[in-house]
């Protein structure tokens, strides 16, 4: 790793794992369940009107789980 061990032990570098962790997540679930990865769009309007709603279809997903109203997983 290119991190020195020091820095690795913190708690900064701990929770920055976690955080980038999340951050990861929500952009994989954009794009394969939201259909980023392969858009079938060519103008800017209608790509920008794509990820609009595909960003608020993650964020009401997220926020779901979050208030605990909504469970986005099956048990």
Request: hydrophobic residues 40%.
């Amino acid at each position: 790793s290119a991190i020195d061990a020091r820095k690795a032990r913190g708690k900064g570098y701990a929770m920055s794992l976690q955080v980038r962790k999340r951050i990861e997540q929500g952009f994989g679930w954009i794009k394969t369940v939201g259909g980023l990865d392969k858009l079938p769009l060519v103008s800017l309007p209608k790509v920008r009107g794509w990820v609009t709603w595909t960003f608020a279809a993650y964020n009401l997903i997220r926020l779901g789980g979050i208030g605990e109203w909504w469970n986005p997983s099956p048990t």
